[in-house]
């Protein structure tokens, strides 16, 4: 199986690829990214380069690959690409006869749209955190109070979140980001009692799910606990075939005296997948031997663990491999991209 995974320079894109990597599948890894300088590209069988999914380039480039390399799947590792790849799914799909996993459009709107998905849990009777739109912030705080969250309306990383505990901090958060749609919460809870779980879900019904309880740093996970929690389990298994994606989802969530309060969906694998799977729950492998090998995507057997998550490093001898020397124009700017060096 040759599978290509994108945002190699990215928390999730680099989960994707170990967990790859991690698993029993025998697989040629493609890795592309924007910058030539992401660490994924040294860990996979095939590096290459293609813009950002803002960049009017990426739909074209993108094809490109997709032709040269002819992966059996492909992986979505840079949460911007996601709208992007859903949408263009059942063509490069027909056409490159490969599979993309990824959620449809309309799941992946909605998961993108943070206002929508509170509006949708609501209707499902779903514990989530208070929450407006800009102009309705002082209706809100005489139901909730302070603290709340600022954060963009769209969008899937939680590092942008801004906690403001008063009036003056509201309004200096509303105008540093006035040019942006925002949404504005109700802050739940603590960090201690902050989860992610993540699910499989094909046919509506969700096959396999995992909990972990997490601490976070800078939007990141920095330590997650694996244990079992069979009322969590219960509820994410739920409200996963709610959304009714296409394979992974990510719920998050925190805890508080009223019970879960979900604050984000998104329609993709995680950047925690790969601790997953240290813990038994490879998502990606079960994916695509669900897709590729017809195997049912049962519950796996969960290990009980902690995973503290550390920085590491990826070494580029320059003597050896001058092709990972990127080529700068005189802005300092990438101008060589990697299609055009040899990076096999």
């Known amino acids: 199986m040759k599978i290509l995974i994108t945002g190699a320079g990215t928390p999730l894109g680099q989960a994707l690829i170990r967990s790859v990597l991690h698993s029993s599948m025998e697989a040629t890894t493609v890795a592309v990214d924007s910058d030539p300088w992401a660490a994924g590209l040294r860990w996979a069988d095939v590096a290459d380069w293609i813009p950002t999914a803002q960049d ?56 993108h749209d943070r206002w929508r998905t509170h509006q949708f849990l609501e209707e499902l009777g779903v514990g989530r955190p208070a929450s407006c739109l800009c102009g309705d912030e002082d209706r809100l705080l005489q139901r909730v109070g302070f603290p709340l969250s600022v ?48 699910a499989l879900v094909f046919g509506g019904q969700c096959q396999a799910s995992i909990v972990m309880r997490r601490t976070v740093e800078g939007g990141l996970t920095r330590r997650a606990s694996v244990g079992e929690f069979p009322r969590l389990e219960t509820d994410i298994r739920a409200l996963a075939a709610s959304f009714r994606p296409f394979g992974p989802l990510e719920i998050q969530f925190r805890i508080d005296d009223e019970g879960i309060k979900i604050f984000e969906v998104n329609a993709r694998f995680s950047e925690v997948s790969f601790l997953r799977a240290l813990a038994g729950f490879n998502e990606v492998e079960m994916t695509l031997a669900h897709l590729f090998d017809n195997h049912p995507v049962t519950q ?12 590491s490093e990826t070494v580029v001898r320059h003597e050896e491999r001058d092709d990972y020397i990127p080529v700068t124009d005189e802005t300092g700017a990438v101008c060589t991209p990697l299609a055009n060096l040899s990076l096999r």
Request: hydrophobic share 40%; net charge positive; no cysteine.
């Open 56 to 111: 009017e380039r990426f739909v074209r480039r993108f094809e490109e690959v997709l032709r040269v390399e002819r992966p059996d799947a492909v992986l979505v590792g840079r949460p911007e690409e996601v709208m992007t790849m859903a949408a263009q799914r059942r063509r490069w799909e027909a056409i490159f006869d490969t599979q993309i996993i990824v959620s449809a459009q309309a799941v992946v709107e909605m998961t």
């Open 151 to 198: 954060k963009p309306r769209f969008g899937s990383h939680g590092g942008r979140m801004r906690k403001v505990t008063n009036y003056g901090e509201l309004r200096a958060a509303l105008l540093r980001r006035r040019h942006e749609e925002l949404i504005i919460e109700e802050f739940v809870g603590n960090k201690e009692h902050e989860y992610v779980a993540g």
């Open 300 to 311: 796996p057997s969960i290990t009980p663990i902690t995973i503290l998550r550390h920085w």
